[in-house]
T-cell receptor
Framework: DTGVSQDPRHKITKRGQNVTFRCDPISEHNRLYWYRQTLGQGPEFLTY????????KSRLLSDRFSAERPKGSFSTLEIQRTEQGDSAMYLCASSQRLGSAGELFFGEGSRLTVL | QQQVKQSPQSLIVQKGGISIINCAYENTAFDYFPWYQQFPGKGPALLIA?????SEKKEGRFTISFNKSAKQFSLHIMDSQPGDSATYFC????????????FGAGTRLAVHP
């Protein structure tokens, strides 16, 4: 499978615990995005990486959230001191270089449930 | 700030009918308008996209109509099939920036046999 892969697919945690999600983008894609999707809503942009550089962060990304993309390959999204409001599907997407049609390829998501 | 507004929230269509989903955008800097399709448990996948220099684009049973002056665009699914039952998202972005997609809230389509 050469698509975007995310792990774990589902995480249940207690409030106050830390969680980390991993995303492996399509290998030749240098752009990587994290989105959050809550029930009945469209995906909301969280953050964007071009290679290893984090170039944009949404105001939705509070200081409890941190994302990294070491060496411009896989990416991790960590949520510290989780709150019930963090329960959502966290989607990762990747795309090709600037000048492409703008298509984002999404993974199947990591669903977070905070009890 | 909701930059892309989508309607209806849900839609029921009989097999063979036409499904129509509408979107409106606010930012005139947007220059790429895709539609994504999402099945339960899956991530969104690109269905069809249009740029504002054309008024219509057709791919198989799927057509996007674009009205630049009204800042509106719509998805038409002809001869709707039960396999089309999914959630559809319109989106917009400005090419040349970070290709950051701004999504609508989604339309849950159910096609009844």
């Amino acid at each position: 499978d050469t698509g975007v892969s995310q792990d774990p697919r589902h995480k249940i945690t207690k409030r106050g615990q830390n969680v980390t999600f991993r995303c492996d983008p399509i290998s030749e894609h240098n752009r990587l995005y994290w989105y959050r999707q809550t029930l009945g809503q469209g995906p909301e942009f969280l953050t964007y990486f071009q290679n290893e550089a984090q170039l944009e962060k949404s105001r939705l990304l509070s200081d409890r959230f941190s994302a990294e993309r070491p060496k411009g390959s896989f990416s991790t999204l960590e949520i510290q001191r989780t709150e019930q409001g963090d329960s959502a599907m966290y989607l990762c997407a990747s795309s090709q270089r600037l000048g492409s049609a703008g298509e984002l390829f999404f993974g199947e998501g990591s669903r977070l449930t905070v009890l | 700030q909701q930059q892309v507004k989508q309607s209806p929230q849900s839609l029921i269509v009989q097999k063979g009918g036409i499904s129509i989903i509408n979107c409106a955008y606010e930012n005139t800097a947007f220059d790429y308008f895709p539609w994504y399709q999402q099945f339960p448990g899956k991530g969104p996948a690109l269905l069809i996209a249009i740029r504002p220099d054309v008024s219509e684009k057709k791919e198989g049973r799927f057509t996007i109509s674009f009205n630049k002056s009204a800042k509106q665009f719509s998805l038409h699914i002809m001869d709707s099939q039960p396999g089309d039952s999914a959630t559809y998202f319109c989106a917009a972005l400005r090419i040349g920036g970070y290709n950051k997609l701004i999504f609508g809230a989604g339309t849950r389509l159910a096609v009844h046999p």
